[in-house]
């Protein structure tokens, strides 16, 4: 019965689906999409072993939550007691009206047609629950293994009971084009951290979709980190739902040879004293390509909201191109908001001052650049996490 109900769900998303966007579609100016092909069909499902989870597996994590080209794994995942997980379809047995309420939001209000694609594409997905209450120490490790020359589509629907706390890592790995969606719920005092990583092939295409809604004195906190690809895209949305709701959203982009990495952001406030921070950070080198476009957008009854918006981009190469569009719509008088992009070049004055002390050129330009992106990577919570991509970006 759930299965089928997963099939009507994914049917309606079809339906709404009009292909792929084009240059045309604001959001989407700046990506390469005529080169791809065409959705036909999804990939027939595929196991993944334990050996391919191995390279990615993380230290003293509490439970894992594996995909393999669009497919839930339950037989390679597991989470500490107290928590549910459950494929899709079996969760529309016992979570059937939560879901089905989330999916119907989705239907009506997603302007993004990859997203869309990812409801009608989706292969099995995900569904986890924390009860209320439940504090996890340790990070649940989502790893995201991808092979198919199809289009790959993997969702998770993921609620947060009252009170509960958690912090999410998750690893993107290897190469096709991939359409991957989490959706997020987060009910009073709820606090969820999310970072993740691709280690994707030079020759991947790969759009990430994170969509949250939050509820009174809720936290989401969201890093990622990417080193692009021939095209990676995020896409987040956050819709702070009641009073005291706060999101961080933040990502580093170090983008080298052709690699492109654009990033979209939405967030909405929809209730008074609700707090957001965007920070994105891109650094490009030879003939990298990228692009940051985010709203705030403040509902006339948000008063008392505080929301700021900053991206940074630093320029290493004559032949890279970066471009930038923040922007704010505010309908309440009473808010706290900036927004802002800078675009900047490594000071000589900064690299003379290292080798007027010895330091060579192309050691003082790689100190400068750690300078840049260690703004973002030293607040991460999880060390392991953090250590790797410090000794990554050395």
Known sequence: MGHGLIDEVKKKFWDRFEGLPSSKHEAFRYLPLSKLAPPLQPPAERKASLAELEPHLLPDSSGRIVFSDGYFSPELSSLPKGCILLSLGDAMKSFGLVLQNRFAKALKEETDPLATLN???????????????????????????????????????????????????????????????????????????IQDRSHLQNEAVFFRNLRASLKKNAHLDSFSFSEGSALYRRSLSATLLEEGAEVHLKGLDNLTASHQAHTHVHVEHAAPHCLS????????????????????????????????????????????AAHSKPNLEI??????????????????????????????????????????????IDDLSFAPFREALQARLR
Not at 125 to 154: N, R, T
Request: proline fraction near 4%; include cysteine; charged fraction near 20%.
């Open 277 to 320: 921070r965007q920070h994105f950070k891109k650094a490009l080198q030879e003939t990298a390509r990228s692009s940051f476009e985010g709203k705030i957008y403040v509902h006339p009854v948000a008063q008392k909201t505080e929301a700021y918006q900053l991206n940074q981009n630093l320029i290493l190469s004559a032949d890279a």
């Open 331 to 376: 309908f309440a008088d009473d808010v706290k908001a900036s927004h802002g992009a800078t675009f900047s070049q490594l000071s000589p004055e900064e690299l003379f001052y290292f080798q007027a002390r010895g330091i060579p050129a192309s050691e003082a330009k790689q100190l400068l650049f750690r300078g840049f992106c260690s703004e973002l």
């Open 119 to 193: 409801g009608a594409f989706q292969g099995r997905g995900a569904f986890v629950y924390l009860p209320p209450g439940l504090v996890l120490e340790q990070p649940i490790q989502m790893i995201s293994l991808f092979s198919s020359a199809q289009w790959m589509a993997e969702r998770v629907q993921l609620f947060l009971g009252k009170g509960a706390e958690a912090k999410l890592i998750q690893t993107f790995a290897g190469s096709g084009t991939a359409v991957e969606l989490i959706d997020i719920v987060l009910e009073e005092r709820a606090r969820l951290s």
